[in-house]
Structure formats: C-alpha cells, structure tokens
C-alpha cells in the first residue's frame, strides 16, 4: 500500500476514544481500512485531567486501529473539544498587488493574515483561520477571487481559538503516544463534514455534537463556519441525574438510560413498570418508567434551552432555515430529536456520519462523527494552498509536518 495516500484521525472523547485509518482514492474518496475503539480515561469535560490516564487510553486505541489495518501510525488530524473552545470573525484588507491587479494566492494569503492580526490574549491559540468569504472592490460574496481584476481585496474570517494549556495538554498526549499531529480540528467542525449538506450551510444550519461531557457547536451560514462554541455539558450529565433520581450505581444508570430512557414523555405511558436495583440494597425497587425520562427530558431540555441561548448570542436566532442537526453519542438517545424540536422550534434531524467507505459497519452511528469528519477533513484539505489550513501550534509544528506530507503526495 503506498503509505502517502493514508490518512488518520484521532478523536479523544470523554468517554471513548476512537483512532480511525482511512485511504484516500485517487479521486479523494475515504475507505476505512481501521479503527481501534477504546474507553476513555483522564479526559473530563472535552479536556485532558490526567495525562497518564489519557496517553494510556489514545495508545490503546491507536494499537488496535493498527492491529486491525496492519498500518504503523506516524501522524494524525486530532479533534479538540472543551469549552474553552471560542470564535469571532474578522476581516482582512490588502491592496492587490502585482502589475496587472489581478488577485494572486499571495494576495488571500496576506488578506488572510490581515484578518489573522486580531488581538488574541497569550493564553489564547488560534486554531483555525477559516476563509468565509471575499469581496472584491467592494463585490461582496465571492467564493473564489483567484485571477480577478482589482485593486483592493477583503476577506471575512472565522476565527477558532482554544486555552493554550489545554491544547498543549491534548498535544502532548497524542505525541507521547508516539504520533505526530497533522492538525488540530475542532470537534464541531470535524463533526460537520460527516454531517451537513451543502444545501443546509448554504441555507443557515447549527450542529450540535452532544458527546459525553460536552456539546460541542458550530453555526454555518452562506457555506461556511459563522460561529462556534462548545457547551460543557452532555450524555454523562443525563446519567449522573438519573443515578442519582433512581438511588442507583452510574453504570447501572447508564444501561437503564440506554435500555428504556426516552426524552419524549408523550412517548410513555404512566403503565409501564421497570425494575431497578438500589444502591446499598439487596433488592430491586420497581418505577414508573415515565419517571425515569422525566430526569432525562428536564435535563435535555436543558442541553437544548443553552443551544439556544448560543443561538441567539451568535445573532442567528430566526435565521437557520435548515435548522438543527444533532449528532454525537447522545443524540442516540429516543425522543433526542423530539424533544429539540419542541424545546428549539426548528427542524431538527440525527446525523449518522456519510461520505466514507470500507470498514463502516461499527462507525455507521452518530457517536463516530468527529472521527469520521477528521478523515474527511484532510481528504478534503490535500489539494489545498497552505495558507488554506489553520495555523497550529504558533502557525507552527503541526503545520510543517502536513506541508512535508503534502510534498510527499504531490512531488515537484
Ligand atoms: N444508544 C444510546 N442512547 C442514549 N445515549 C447514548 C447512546 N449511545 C451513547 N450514548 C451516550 O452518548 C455519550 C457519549 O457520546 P460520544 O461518544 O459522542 O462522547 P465523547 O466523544 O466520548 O465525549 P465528548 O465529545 O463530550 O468529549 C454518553 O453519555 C452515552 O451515554
Ligand atoms: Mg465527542
């Protein structure tokens, strides 16, 4: 197998940790050749808490992608999550230089890093740096203004910044796991490639990952990121409720919440009886089941109350028509979207990951979309400019390792 047509992404989750290796055609399609499932330990919240724990748990992921492919993992797309996660957007303005006025890639390159000189705090980290947009001479909407006459050029950009020490944290993990990073990608936006379709970026569209211990989010519009935040909350928050509702152990709880929780009560009837067992209690003690997904609906409905409150501080409440695609392990949930509709009034639909190919049977499920989405991430960014990608670490590291990538895949 030639080993430059490779990709991997690693997405260290609250709960689980997924290592994903997919090939890339020849005309950029993704075929999962592994993957290497494991349970996540030492991260909390979308966060590294314990580095050991953490490093233990990527490595073990990352051994049985690689068992399964018979590839050696050199380097990786990483997913980054936490609520320490934030954007803003701004413009970049260049004269066009070069004596026929006509815009080069040097010219977006330096629009670009015009839009890049906002004041970030040095304990901020720019993650990425994503092109929304040109005007060109005052034109607004231009997706592409290579080779366009003109005198001046402006970008609009959305900017993703993290904690520099929680990013560091993620990034010394996944290298003391002995792989190198291609590229940090937020979680949200990862997610979105295995999601959204054109049409719905296009026409105004929110994501939302709900993992175990965050929700991670993103606003497109006009085809591109507009706004993301991450919320610090997810599926870990509507078991500890339901633990603590039923008198009951947190695995217990979780199977009990998987098995028979809904958050659409109009789905559940006050007859129908489960038995659980209690904490500290030889016996059992039979509930209502409605009382179950009463814990569960009012702490859903909570999730969606804050999805809308971002909403409405990016400035978009009303005016996402392709309204809310939820995915994530905790939009596996019965009743998940239901309830979003009621609580979000807006369309809402469960995304399972697309656009890939190969080894999918265990992936095909929304808990794998950050994965899946990292793949799709660099399939999609292989032809692209380098000042295309997001800066990592200072604009550093990860970076020159993709461009030495890059120049593997496209000698000369
Ligand atoms: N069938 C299901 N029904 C309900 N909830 C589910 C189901 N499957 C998984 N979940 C929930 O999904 C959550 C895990 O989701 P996911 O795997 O996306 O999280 P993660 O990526 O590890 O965490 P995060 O993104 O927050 O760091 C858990 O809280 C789990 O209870
Ligand atoms: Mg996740």
Redesign the pocket.
């Known amino acids: 197998m030639d080993r430059e047509t490779v990709l991997v992404g690693i ?1 260290a ?4 940790v997924t290592t994903l290796i997919g090939e890339v055609g020849r005309t950029g399609e993704v075929s999962i050749i592994g993957y290497g499932i494991t349970p ?1 330990a030492g ?1 909390k919240k ?1 966060m590294v808490a314990n580095i050991d724990q953490t490093v233990n748990s990527i490595a073990a992921s990352i051994e049985k992608a690689e068992r399964l492919s018979g590839y050696k993992i050199g380097s990786a797309f990483v997913a980054v ?1 936490g609520s320490h996660i934030s954007s803003q957007n701004s413009r970049g303005v260049v004269a066009v230089s070069g004596h026929k006025r006509e815009v080069s890639r040097e010219d977006v390159a330096r629009a670009t890093d015009a839009a890049k000189a906002v004041q970030v705090p040095s304990n901020r980290e720019i993650l990425h740096v994503l092109p929304r947009g040109y005007i060109v001479d005052g034109q607004e909407g231009i997706k592409d203004p290579l080779g366009m006459s003109a005198v001046r050029l402006e970008v609009e950009t959305h900017i993703v910044a993290g904690a520099a020490t929680s990013v560091q944290n993620l990034s010394k993990c996944v290298t003391n796991a002995n792989v190198q990073i291609d590229e940090l990608v937020v ?1 949200s936006l990862a997610a979105a490639e295995a999601t959204l379709t054109d049409t719905e970026k296009e026409l105004g569209v929110l994501i939302a ?6 929700t ?1 989010l993103a606003i497109f519009t006009d085809g591109a990121a507009y706004h993301t935040a991450v919320l610090p909350v ?3 928050n ?2 500890n409720d339901v633990a603590i509702g039923l008198r009951t152990s947190l695995d217990l709880a ?1 199977e009990i ?2 098995k028979h ?1 809904s958050a659409d009560l109009s789905d559940v009837q006050p007859e129908e009886l489960l038995n659980v067992a209690v904490l500290g209690e030889g016996g059992g003690q039979t509930i209502q089941r409605r009382k179950l997904c009463e814990v569960i609906e009012a702490r859903m409905s909570e999730i969606y109350s804050l999805i809308g409150e971002e909403v409405k501080r990016s400035g978009h409440d009303g005016l996402l028509p392709a309204g809310v695609v939820l995915t ?3 939009a ?3 009743g998940a979207a239901e309830l979003a509709r009621e609580v979000l009034q807006m369309p809402v639909r469960i995304a399972s990951p697309q656009g890939v190919g190969g080894l999918m049977d265990q992936l095909s499920n929304p ?1 794998f979309s ?1 994965s899946i989405g990292l793949l799709l991430w660099g399939a999609r960014h292989i032809g692209d400019e380098p000042m295309s990608y997001s800066t990592g670490a200072g604009g550093g590291a990860g970076v020159g390792r993709l461009m030495e990538w890059l120049r593997g895949l496209f000698p000369g």
């Open positions: 997405d989750g609250t709960t689980i996540s991260m979308g999550g979680n990952d709900i993992g175990g211990g965050t991670d997810g599926g870990i509507v078991t979780e919440k998987i929780g994530g392990g905790g596996r949930l019965a808990a950050t």
